[in-house]
């Protein structure tokens, strides 16, 4: 049987959908095939607008983050006159006397051995924004003479809020040359080397390592005496902080100078003791899961959020719905959040870091200090409190308990009260009376009770132990761990939430130990 043939109007409609599509193809192959000869053309044109390399234009090489790696012919005859003294003064064609003289009311502060300690010395400031750049002029203009300068970017408008030494000008420019270029109008004779790089594992020895910029004859090695760390990237942070640390250079570290705005409130002391700044507790905290536990000086600010004051800016929803975020970042890993920021209050930081370095370097006493708050008895006392509670609680289960001790340190619980549970309850909030306490163990306690080589100790990681007062712990102790009462029906949702949470965060720093 010959198949059924197609309604007329069936096949009319069927053509008549064809053409409408090769039509609408065919326009639109049309359309974006004129907008790319149009694009081609007016990318020929753009190229053939620019001229020719010559005495009058001019071009530099480029970074790997698009800056200039050089800076340009002085602007204007000003800054050349200022760089032909500060090349003739760096040969030591520069009168001493001239020297003294600008350095005359640091010479009567820190006597004549003060100075000439400082005047040959050799610091490394890394980064070179609000608090880099205050803190490098200070160090300049007080008698540092060999200053090795480290920053990747370029000055920004935004920038000349905050800035020491930029001007308007000077927007586009690499911060490095920026600042040499000013400083040697201000200190011809300092010898001020300029490195155009962002620090990072692969080259942080060879932007530490020694002075090889503009050597003098007859001048000795000469390695770094102070690191400044200005950098507001909390990886590269760390990673700065950890390698001078491990070979005995000394660091001091700038932590957060954005959302603050009471210079009162700064204050200079070891990285263990720093409070109230989340830049600082960040840094301590994964400095602490890597060994390093105290010995490195920070400037830090214990002033309190409140109401009305500024906050970190929020990233645009639209941007959040994309998903990654990270990308918006200007590099990898770096902040893609708007951090407000005083002007005034890097400046603070940077002098502050700068003061430090000075007065460390000149042998001058030094009587400030942020102790420990009084806590070091505190966390003993909860040691001591925390192993009768392991003890009475495999006594309950049927052990006798002795001999048994618990593998934690008076430093576990500085760290799980301060960088964990930031000083606060689990259950109240309150923050006196503190008691640490096991959450729960699965199967109960026995289970993980061990004998080995003769001791005998109980098997205990830091996430299966929460802060409480002692009366909640008390509680906690009789209703749950001996009444065997679910920590998940027996608290409401916002401690459950709590406890998640600190939980949760403290497995993620486990993988820094």
């Known amino acids: 049987m010959a198949p059924s043939l197609m309604p ?3 096949s009319q409609t069927v053509q008549f959908a064809l053409a409408a599509s090769i039509g609408a193809i065919t326009a639109t192959t049309l359309i974006f095939g004129s907008l790319a000869i149009r694009r081609r053309i007016a990318t020929e044109d753009l190229k053939a607008s620019i001229p020719e390399l010559s005495e009058q234009h001019q071009a530099l090489p480029l970074t790997d983050f698009g800056g200039a790696k050089r800076a340009s012919k002085a602007a204007d005859p000003e800054e050349a006159r200022a760089a032909r003294i500060a090349a003739r003064a760096r040969r030591g064609e520069y009168d001493e006397a001239l020297i003294l003289e600008q350095l005359a009311r640091n010479r009567v502060f820190l006597g004549d051995e003060g100075l000439g300690k400082l005047r040959g010395a050799f610091v490394v400031v890394v980064g070179l924004g609000g608090v880099g750049s205050h803190c490098v002029a200070a160090l300049a203009r007080s008698g540092v003479e060999r200053i090795r300068v480290v ?30 270029k000013r400083l040697e109008a201000v200190v011809p004779w300092v010898r001020i080397d300029a490195r155009n790089e962002l620090l990072k594992g692969e080259n942080v020895e060879r932007l530490l390592g020694p002075w090889d910029e503009q050597v003098q004859d007859g001048e000795e090695e000469k390695r770094v005496d102070w690191v400044v760390d200005a950098i507001d990237n909390i ?11 491990g070979r005995g250079i000394k660091v001091i570290s700038a932590m957060g100078a954005g959302i603050k705005s009471d210079p009162t409130m700064v204050l200079v002391g070891d990285i263990s003791t720093s409070f109230e700044d989340p830049l600082s507790q960040a840094t301590r905290r994964r400095l602490r899961v890597m060994g390093v536990k105290e010995g490195i000086p920070v400037v830090f600010s214990t002033e309190k959020p409140g109401e009305g004051k500024a906050q970190l800016q929020p990233i645009a929803d639209k941007e959040v719905e994309k998903g990654d975020v990270g990308a918006l970042g200007v590099l990898p890993d770096f902040r893609v959040r708007i951090l407000p920021v005083l002007g005034t209050m890097p400046a603070v930081f940077g002098y502050a870091a700068a003061n ?7 042998g001058y006493p030094m009587d400030y200090r942020v102790g ?13 409190t925390m192993q009768g509670m392991m003890g009475r609680l495999v006594r309950h289960e049927g052990d006798n308990g002795i001999g048994l001790r618990v593998p934690v340190s008076k430093d576990d619980v500085s760290y799980l009260v301060e960088e964990v549970y930031r000083g606060k309850s689990v259950v109240s909030g309150l923050s006196t009376r503190l008691a640490l306490v096991p959450w729960k163990l699965q199967g109960g306690f026995m289970p993980h009770v061990k004998n080995e ?40 949702r916002e401690v459950l939430d709590t406890v998640k949470r600190r939980q949760e965060e403290e497995r993620q720093f486990e993988k820094y130990r």
């Open 8 to 10: 007329l109007h069936t």
């Open 151 to 180: 920053d990747f970017d370029q000055v920004t408008l935004s920038s000349l809020n905050r800035h020491a030494l930029a001007t308007g000008a000077d927007v586009g420019s690499p911060k490095v040359q920026v600042v040499r």
């Open 235 to 245: 990886d590269t942070k760390v990673e700065l902080l950890k390698y001078c640390y």
């Open 453 to 492: 080589h003769g001791q005998k100790y109980i098997k205990l990681k830091l996430t299966d132990l929460v802060l409480m007062t002692k009366e909640e712990g008390q509680r906690h102790e009789k209703e749950v761990l001996m009444g065997g009462q679910d920590p998940d029906t027996f608290y409401d």
């Open 372 to 384: 420990d708050r009084g806590r070091d008895k505190m966390y003993e006392g909860m040691l001591t």
């Open 356 to 362: 430090h370095v000075i007065c460390s370097l000149a």
